[in-house]
């Protein structure tokens, strides 16, 4: 679903769809929009993880057309990329952008000459660290430390929408932080397409730990750091000795799993197994006792059988997870995964609603064993916010969003916990 489907009558309106990527870079466009001075623009960011994503968008699409007729409508993101005739094509679309063009000051400032104005992103080099001074959210901020990815899933189409691997250099990074606590955010989080794969192409080569080592360092007054998603095979040492020892590095990891069958992860071309999953989480656990676990799991990949599903299950037991991110496997068009023998559909919705139950199950028993402890809240809205496991609490008063306050947690009311401040 769309992050951001606020519609307005007047005035620039973004609707966003996918990733904290997205998110972050919604902003880059919110801020280029405003320079130039434009009012009446609706911008659809979207989403190409899966072909019911691109639906949502086309829906929205349509829907925003009803409800400003007179508005400038412009799509962009990884769908738009990927298939910018199929956007162009719809008569509510006025423009096309690519994901490269929608960052650029340039694509904002002049009337548009063409409706479709996309690039070869494959042929992008380098990616710009763009300064953004906050979010229309104001709890926390995304900042983009890394774009593109090299590998190659069998599942996924969003290398394609993205271009290959590229860092931001960690001076771009510092700068922002330093901007964004100095307007006043207390919680960052880096963001990237395959974050782990971060600096191999800058001078020095300097590893995803590196970075944020050095980020921590410079940025002393920033209080809490959380990482959007990491790969289990890609960790490096210094990011190892940062979850051991650094307090401000949130006890919260989420994980590119996907599966817990070595045959399916072979198939996906995944470049983990499960025993590397089961190492990885037993590993953190023992030098951060408090860590709570995210993870991304596809249920009904081509030629998943029963038995290799039931390993995906039990890998939620055995690495001790919490918080799932569920999909039904979708058939990419130009993937080899949607060559390959499919899943029926109904079984594929039946797996993962079975996965999220048991993530649901899982979640119950994180969030009663939390129960009793004090905890530093992100509030988000009035009084709702995040504890540093990215648990939700309310907290029976209101607070500025973005506030850091410190609760003691009292007990569990519909599935979200509730808190005293101090």
Known sequence: ???????????????????????YESEVMRNHVRSAGLDDVVIVNTCAVTSEAERQARQTIRKLRRERPDARIVVTGCAAQIDPQRFAA?????????????????????????????NDIMSVKETAGHLIGGFEDRARA????????????????I?????????????GIVEQVQALVKAGYNEVVLSGVDITSYGPDLPGSPSLGQMVR??????????????????????????????ENE???????????QAGDDMVLKRMKRRHGRADSI??????????????????????????TEEMFQNTMRLVEECGLTWLHVFPYSPRPGTPAARMPQVDGAVRKERAARLRAIGEAAEARTL??????????????????????????????TFAPGSLVPAVITGIENGVLTGAPL
């Open 1 to 23: 679903m769309p992050d951001d489907v606020a519609l307005k009558t007047d005035g620039p309106e973004i609707v966003t769809f996918g990733c904290r990527l997205n998110t």
């Open 90 to 118: 719809m008569p509510e679309v006025d423009q096309v952008l690519g994901n490269q063009e929608k960052l650029q000051p340039e694509s904002w400032g002049l009337p548009p000459a063409e409706k479709v104005l996309v």
């Open 142 to 157: 995304f900042v983009q430390v890394q774009q593109g990815c090299d590998h190659r899933c069998t599942f996924c189409i």
């Open 159 to 171: 290398p394609y929408g993205r271009g290959p691997s590229r860092s931001v250099p960690i001076g």
């Open 214 to 243: 050095r980020l921590l360092a410079l940025v002393p007054e920033l209080p809490r750091l959380r990482l959007s998603s990491i790969d289990c095979i890609e960790m490096d040492d210094d990011l190892w000795r940062l979850i």
């Open 247 to 257: 307090p401000r590095l949130m006890p919260h990891l989420h994980l590119s799993l």
């Open 279 to 304: 190492a990885f989480c037993e590993r953190v656990r023992s030098i951060r006792p408090d860590v709570v676990f995210g993870a991304d799991f596809i249920a009904g990949f081509p030629t998943e």
């Open 368 to 397: 009663a064993s939390l129960v009793g402890r004090t905890a530093t809240v992100l509030v988000e809205k009035d009084d709702l916010g995040r504890t540093e496991h990215f648990a939700a609490i309310r907290l029976g008063r």
